[in-house]
T-cell receptor, first 117, second 112 residues
Framework: GAVVSQHPSWVICKSGTSVKIECRSL??????MFWYRQFPKQSLMLMAT?????????EQGVEKDKFLINHASLTLSTLTVTSAHPEDSSFYIC?????????????FGPGTRLTVL | DAKTTQPPSMDCAEGRAANLPCNHS???????VYWYRQIHSQGPQYIIH???NNETNEMASLIITEDRKSSTLILPHATLRDTAVYYC?????????????FGKGTRLSVIA
């Protein structure tokens, strides 16, 4: 089955620093990747959608200059939280969709828990 | 995509069947019913999906009413590891950049 990995699984950083989260599709080519954010006891909220080689499309209210998304290859997307602040502490989940067939479904990574001190 | 309504929480005794309802009265003819679950501090996990016929796999069964306005996810023998938030999502077949949109789901607690 399709596997999506994320790294790191958790990270703690100081306020003002930048944090990069990697999302990889391990056994399929992900033409589209999605980034979600989840605050405690809330549902997943879509942050942005990216296609390989194109600029990401951000949801309303998500600052594109703060949450930098790069989807440079068909197996890797990165989310960089720039100048992180405590309110950015959240559970970040990536999701990938492949090109065709069974990989046209949407598969989820295990998530990355970010804590900003 | 059509909206769904789920109860916020449910309890189920370990070993019994867990029946999770979902209302989707505005579902369109080409929209599927998908079920995902999220165990605490993990990413969502696909469970099952269907269009109009009942479906069964190794994890669960999906019963869709004849008018397709509601469905029930059945976990036949719930275990403690099935404690999770279950999301019912209605959407057209995957295409383009349209992502899955999550509602609030049902928090299922399986009790020993």
């Amino acid at each position: 089955g399709a596997v999506v990995s994320q790294h790191p699984s958790w990270v703690i950083c100081k306020s003002g620093t930048s944090v990069k989260i990697e999302c990889r599709s391990l056994d399929f080519q992900a033409t589209t990747m999605f980034w979600y954010r989840q605050f405690p006891k809330q549902s997943l909220m879509l942050m942005a959608t990216s296609n390989e080689g194109s600029k990401a499309t951000y949801e309303q209210g998500v600052e594109k200059d703060k949450f930098l998304i790069n989807h440079a290859s068909l197996t890797l997307s990165t989310l960089t939280v720039t100048s992180a602040h405590p309110e950015d502490s959240s559970f970040y989940i990536c999701s990938a969709r492949g090109r065709q067939g069974s990989y046209n479904e949407q598969f989820f990574g295990p998530g990355t828990r970010l804590t900003v001190l | 995509d059509a909206k769904t309504t789920q109860p916020p929480s449910m309890d189920c005794a370990e070993g019994r069947a867990a029946n999770l309802p979902c209302n989707h009265s505005t579902i369109s003819g080409n929209e599927y019913v998908y079920w995902y679950r999220q165990i605490h501090s993990q990413g969502p996990q696909y469970i099952i999906h269907g269009l109009k016929n009942n479906e069964t796999n190794e994890m669960a069964s999906l019963i869709i009413t004849e008018d397709r306005k509601s469905s029930t996810l059945i976990l036949p023998h719930a275990t403690l590891r099935d404690t999770a938030v279950y999301y019912c999502i209605v959407r057209a077949p995957f295409s383009g950049n349209t992502p899955l949109v999550f509602g609030k789901g049902t928090r299922l607690s399986v009790i020993a």
